[in-house]
């Protein structure tokens, strides 16, 4: 038995019970992969978790061969289970998940960038942009002085224009990306409570180098 925990079109966050998952004979245990995208039918329960009566895949996120596009979905899957569980119905966070992974199947290995700075304009968590040239992540405001030294001039620079443009095809050099990377996950730690650190980080990275 498992209990999948989904993100889902209609409503948000929500967990679901499904039985007999992981017996021999199931071939639906191969629908279940992180970011999969599914379509459930389920019967409600007053005192237990809505029990799944049939699953079906939309559209898959199997990546053949493409060992960073993997990397990639593992570690926003990661931080979307953290972020997404008090989450209600956001359709155009839900659409912008579709894009992401459209994004890596396309090779794109910038796309987990994009997509996380993305998320924070979704979350109405955008930094304030002031014409300053340093980003402060603790006030989400720009100043006239370097708070983190993560958030350079170069660094800030590359938060305003993600911020502004938005767009999956931002041309970024191999050197910047690690500081970036690091940088919104510090700016995740100031402004979403409990944040962690994905554990798939150094996965990642590992598979950058």
């Known amino acids: 038995d498992a209990i999948l925990h989904c993100y889902t079109k209609e409503t948000g966050y929500e967990s679901f019970f499904l039985k007999g998952l992981y017996q ?19 019967l409600e329960s007053k005192n237990h978790l809505p029990s799944i009566k049939k699953i079906d895949l939309v559209q898959g996120n199997f990546i053949e061969n493409n060992v960073v596009g993997f990397s990639m979905i593992l570690f926003i899957g990661e931080i979307l289970h953290q972020l997404l569980r008090n989450e209600n119905r956001n359709e155009k966070l839900y659409e912008e998940i579709l ?18 700075s993305k998320l924070i304009k979704i979350q109405g968590l955008s930094p304030l942009d002031n014409g300053q040239e340093f980003l402060n992540p603790e006030t989400g405001n720009f100043s006239s002085k370097i708070s983190h030294p993560y958030f350079t001039q170069e660094n800030s620079a590359q938060w305003r224009l993600l ?3 938005g767009n999956y095809h931002l041309p970024l050099k191999k050197s910047e990306k690690k500081n970036l990377l690091s940088s919104l996950l510090i700016y995740y730690h100031y402004h979403q409570p409990d944040f962690r650190t994905p554990k798939s980080l150094e996965v990642l990275e590992s598979v950058f180098e």
């Open 24 to 42: 021999n004979k199931n071939k639906k245990k191969a629908l279940i992969n992180v970011l999969s995208e599914i379509s459930i039918s389920y």
């Open 99 to 116: 894009i992401f992974l459209k994004e890596v199947e396309a090779k794109n290995n910038n796309a987990h960038l994009i997509f996380l």
């Open 163 to 165: 911020l502004q443009e």
